[in-house]
């Protein structure tokens, strides 16, 4: 399944994260010696017992939907994490093995995925997780009045789910249970199969199980503010629920029923900690494990009974604008050419007004870091390093904009008809440099002569962000956002045009075919798939609908008696078992 989540502005711009799925990379232009940084705590034997304490560093309540089906945000994803596990484990380079909850086994030829939970593998009420709670997550997925952003394309190329979604059949024909419902076996059938598919992260095969028997009384439309994924979810990973305080923390207990055996704490508490007290409470030893954020780097990286761990995430910050709507009823993006923002050389002037290294250079000390294409550096061959990001450039700017008939008329430019243009900015609150590097690019746009404004006049939150981007509210015309992203690179199920979260709604026919030849059966050769993602990359950065801003380096303070913090991919795996206080 894809695991992209909405990240806050303070996971990206601040480097303040939680998440355990991400590789490790290297800065070109970091200020800061990263070679210090370490992906794991120093291994030693740890004991039975204890409290661990973990901050999730947010200006924002998280809101609270446990669940990889109904979820988007990564605040959610980062609280359930100690009972969440997938199904699925993998290798430093998101191989699927044979070491998780559940195997895998494809059949290109026949065009199916079988998937095999093992024997003991049981949810926190001690039910075995079964065939039917597989397949039940599809349903929740594909059926229309859950209203999840997870239904997405790619898992259309299961046989007969886009025809349950649409309500033409009662049941997913592509889903085989051999062994019946209480089974331990699943077939997937496949319309083609991609090349995706052996990696953990693609958006071809759900990684996650649902407990059928405690939801399946819970209406699809009442699902995802049901009790049951709000206030008493149940998983079947090492530690499970105990108390939650709405949007602020959650108490863990160990799940008794764990299938790998009994996980070290008594007791996990995550807990929301606003980012102007990280610097206190991580030199207080407040918490075991919290984020960093890279503006405080000089600040705390001195701080005693602490290691630090840092890795560059899977993830980036961009400039979305807006081009279109989403349509529900006909799931799909609807551009429309004669939105605001649907001039290439309007789009392209606002990259060359922006000054994006050197501020972050400024308020980040380097670890905060400008990328020039929307596939990170970590995917190795499928990255293209000839693409250049976008740099200061008044004259172009200017001349982009004039040549494009947007002429000054007093202070500000008018379109080119005429008309006033002013536009309409969305940027998330976060610490306290958000508010400068924004008003920053206010400024730099200023001298342009383009009017931006900050949509509703000051920076929101992050809910409110998401909830105006991703419903298309006519006050944004463009947005600041970031994503964490699957560990498959496929940019399909972020930018094709059945994508709920491509959020800028465009939608072209050279993009549609680029995407659909990156996930294509010719795409099994790998030459091939690595030249149409170097083209793709190419033309996202010509045509800018989606301007890459930064990612960032994420370091973690860890107490130093704790071991068994690893951040490589593999590692997360077993993170929450393997996870303990040193002897």
């Not at 996650?208 to 503010?225: G, I, T």
């Not at 040549?403 to 008018?414: L, N, S, T």
């Not at 958000?434 to 001298?447: M, R």
Request: hydrophobic share 35%; aromatic share 12%.
């Amino acid at each position: 399944m894809k695991k992209f989540r909405l990240l806050s502005s303070l996971a990206l711009l601040s480097g303040v994260a939680l998440t355990m799925t991400a590789c490790g990379g290297k800065s070109d232009n970091a200020n800061v010696s990263t070679k210090a940084f370490k992906s794991a705590v120093p291994k030693k034997e740890v004991k039975k017992g204890g409290t661990l304490r973990r901050a999730l560093t947010t200006n924002t309540p998280f809101t609270g939907v446990f669940s990889n089906e109904l979820a988007d945000t990564q605040d959610d994803s980062d609280v359930m994490s100690p009972a969440n596990e997938s199904l699925f484990d993998f290798d430093d380079s998101y191989g699927y093995n044979d070491e998780g909850p559940a195997t895998i086994k494809m059949d290109v030829k026949k065009k199916t995925v079988t998937v095999k939970i093992k024997k003991g593998v049981k949810w926190s009420d001690g039910k075995q997780v079964c065939a039917k709670d597989y397949e039940y997550a599809y349903e929740i997925i594909a059926n229309k009045d859950t209203q999840t952003s997870r239904y997405t394309e790619s898992l259309q190329a299961l046989k007969g789910l886009s025809e349950y979604h649409d309500g033409k059949a009662k049941t997913i024909s592509g889903i085989e249970m051999p062994d019946g419902e209480k089974g331990l076996t699943v077939v997937l059938h496949y319309k083609e199969m991609k090349p995706g598919m052996r990696q953990s992260g693609n958006g071809f095969i759900w990684e996650s199980a649902v407990p059928y028997h405690y939801l399946k009384d819970v209406p699809f439309k009442k699902l995802k503010e049901s009790d049951k994924i709000r206030k008493n979810p149940i998983f079947f990973g090492p530690y499970k629920f105990s108390k939650i305080v709405r949007g602020q923390s959650a108490t863990f207990v160990r799940n008794p029923y764990y299938w790998r055996g009994k996980p070290n704490f008594d007791k996990v508490v995550i807990q929301v900690l606003n980012p102007n007290n990280s610097s206190q409470a991580l030199k207080s030893h407040k918490f075991d494990i919290i984020g960093v954020r890279n503006s405080q780097w000089k600040e705390v990286k001195n701080t005693k009974g602490v290691n630090f761990v840092g890795n560059v995430g899977l993830g980036y910050s961009y400039v979305g604008f807006k081009v279109g709507k989403w349509s529900a009823k006909k799931g799909k993006n609807i551009m429309n050419p004669k939105a605001k923002m649907n001039n290439k050389a309007l789009r392209q002037a606002i990259a060359y007004g922006m000054n994006i290294a050197p501020v972050y250079k400024r308020y980040t000390n380097g670890l905060t870091f400008q990328i020039p294409t929307l596939i990170p550096k970590q995917f190795g061959a499928f990255y293209n390093g000839s693409v250049k990001p976008y740099t200061q450039d008044f004259k172009k700017a200017n001349k982009l904009l004039d040549d494009a008939g947007y002429k000054k008329k007093g202070k500000w430019r008018v379109q080119p008809n005429g008309k006033p243009l002013v536009i309409h900015f969305a940027a998330m609150s976060g610490s306290a440099i958000q508010e400068p590097i924004i008003q920053n690019y206010l400024k730099q746009w200023h001298k342009l002569g383009l009017n931006v404004k900050l949509a509703g006049g000051r920076l929101m939150e992050m809910n409110s962000f998401y909830d105006k981007v991703m419903h298309d509210d006519p006050s944004v015309d463009m947005f600041m956002a970031a994503w964490g992203l699957s560990s498959e690179p496929s940019p399909n199920d972020l930018y094709n045009e059945k994508a709920p979260y491509n959020f800028t709604r465009f939608v072209t026919k050279k993009n549609s075919e680029l995407l659909k030849a990156i996930d294509s059966t010719k795409a099994f050769n790998k030459k091939y798939r690595i030249a149409k993602f170097h083209e793709w990359q190419k033309y996202m950065a010509d045509e800018l609908y989606v301007l890459p801003v930064a990612n960032n380096w994420s370091i973690t303070a860890v107490n130093s008696k704790i071991s068994g913090y690893d951040a490589s991919p593999s590692a997360s795996c077993k993170f929450w078992m393997n996870c303990g206080f040193i002897k």
